[in-house]
């Protein structure tokens, strides 16, 4: 079975930056493509980011779009989330996630989830 954990969350101020953190333990992951979620309370899971397994395609929401970049290191197993420009709507739990392609990603049919991590943005 696949761990994948997150870190790097925690409490920023508007207008911060936070980089996340998801060390796996695919034995895959240099062929999964791998995709950020978050989910604020009271809300439906969303997808963030993903990214194809040789970083050739980065794909974004809309809302995050020009702010976040998701990147990899195949060699560590680790996939990253890079936050600038945070807004207190980015306010949520956000899990990493690796899937067999994009669109399966989009669609959060994945084929393992991390534990998640706290983002709180305060105005």
């Known amino acids: 079975q696949v761990q994948a954990v997150e870190s790097g969350g925690g409490l920023v101020q508007a207008g911060g930056s936070l980089r996340l953190t998801c060390a796996t333990s695919s034995r895959t992951f240099s062929f999964d493509d791998m995709g950020w979620f978050r989910q604020a309370p009271g809300k439906e899971r969303e997808f963030v980011a993903a990214i194809t397994p040789d970083s050739s395609g980065t794909y974004y929401s809309d809302s995050v779009k020009g702010r976040f970049i998701i990147s990899r290191v195949n060699a560590k197993k680790t996939l990253y989330l890079q936050m600038n420009s945070l807004k207190p709507e980015d306010t949520a739990v956000y899990y990493c996630?690796?899937?067999?392609?994009?669109?399966?990603?989009?669609?959060?049919?994945?084929?393992?989830w991390g534990q998640g991590t706290q983002v709180t943005v305060s105005s």
């Open positions: 996630a690796g899937g067999k392609t994009i669109r399966d990603l989009q669609n959060k049919d994945v084929l393992y």
